[in-house]
């Protein structure tokens, strides 16, 4: 039989707020820190010791650190956990609530109102942070005297490593209007990112108590009071999502309880009643992002044969828009989805099923140029939807190398011509290994790549994805309609470019034996 240690529990003589501090450690003198980092933890055990380790381990310092983990009645070895390192360490302050709320919103807001350090971050209790992370953001939030700096979020997966909201990592910016950064409202996750105490505790900004969306809400009302941020491309953050997926409240949600908490923060953003165009940008994302894109992409919604519960709850959402002084759908950024919305207005349901499967299932989608704007053709589609635009479009015309450089050339199609800066070669399985790449484009969009295989060499053996970037972050790939294979050798290693099975130029890398 196994036995697992546990430590002695202490008396806990929980407060009118039904929270316990243990050791009492806010009774004492505490020294000024840098930075709060407020973990809410449940059930955590797996990694909650890396997770505590990647804080201590930073440096910036664990004596410039307040570490403040709020346990919501974990049933596992958590406060085990929890009670070695606070008697081990004088900067980290646990604290057991009396009653499981269901929600880290209750922890969360627990730890803004025990935190006295100048800035403050959050941890989930199953991520980890870059060992300078936080040395990072502080000195730049020091430097320019910004109210919130954010940087690059990894998500670690089985299958590899991804970058999450790119839009937020992709360059370094200073003093900036958070208006300014094109989506910046998405993916507003309580990851690589600090922000100064006073603009939560002064507009007494608080998580709201629910299973989803509760740091949607947070983080939007953060970003609408804070005058200027900043953005690095530094890594900051580790996103757990190894084998931890079930244990998320948000993926113990279903779309439309999902979609419930949605119409929650759509209120809450109307009754602020920001600036119009404040407003446009904040709602965008709620309607556009959250309630077409996510809503209806959802492999349930192409199951389930009671899609009449999802029109219902989407004529809830629409049902807000009455509220507001201008036509939501002009806002919306992907075409794609105003189609969609005009489907579901002149309830055409079965045609909007079909456009869904059609464009879960159609890989390669074809794609004309009217007036050297790229469009995709719906073949089911009256003329009316049938062409949708799309921003930019890519084709491969003819490659080759020279003196070790392989030259790559293409034809693009867009709005957006001169806004293509570079382009950028990334491995399929770690977006941690990648190049920039120098790309050439004319006003009639007549393209010319290069990668220099020396440079490569220092790349791991591997797969890898070449984009074309655009408007800071947004990639498309360059598509090759004919199928080939070309293999050039450089320094004991094979350099093959090839057809990907979406029809786009890819790169595999492999060393010669």
Known sequence: MEWKWKQKQPIMNYNAEGYYIVDQKLNTERKSTIVSVITPVYNAEKYLRKTIDSVLNQSIGIENIEFILVDDCSTDTSRDILLEYSSKFDNIIVVFLKRNTGTPGRPRNIGIQLSSSRYISFLDADDWLEPNGLEVLSNI??????????????????IGKTIIGEHESCKERRSESPFSIPHIFHHLGPRARMIKTSVIKDNQIIFPEMKFAEDKQFFIDVLTHCRAISTTQHPIYYLN??????????????IIQKTNCNLK???????KKLDLEKEKMVLNRLYEFDSITRFFHTPHFQKTKFKIVYYHKFNQVLKTTKKL??????????????????????????????FFAWEKKEKIKE?????NRPFVVVPFLEDTYKYIRIPMHSVFVEEYVEKNIYYLKFKVFGDDLESITHGLIRDTK???NESSLPVSVDKSGDGLLEIDLKLLNYLP???YSIF???????KINIRKQIQSKNQYQYNHRDFTFYNTIYSNVGLKITTIS
């Open 141 to 158: 939030l020091a430097e320019t005297g910004d109210d919130y700096a954010v940087g690059k979020t990894i998500q670690i997966q089985s």
């Open 430 to 432: 770690n977006a941690l």
């Open 241 to 254: 999502r190894l084998d931890n997926q079930n244990t998320r409240l948000s993926n113990q949600t279903n």
């Open 325 to 354: 002084s201008y036509e939501f759908s002009e806002e919306f950024i992907q075409p794609m989805n105003k189609v969609v919305y005009k489907l579901f207005c002149e309830r055409k349901y079965k045609q909007l099923e079909s």
């Open 461 to 463: 053996t591997s797969t």
């Open 367 to 371: 794609v004309i140029i009217k007036e």
């Open 468 to 474: 074309l970037c655009f408007n800071d972050y947004l």
């Open 265 to 271: 923060v759509i209120n809450h953003i109307i009754n």
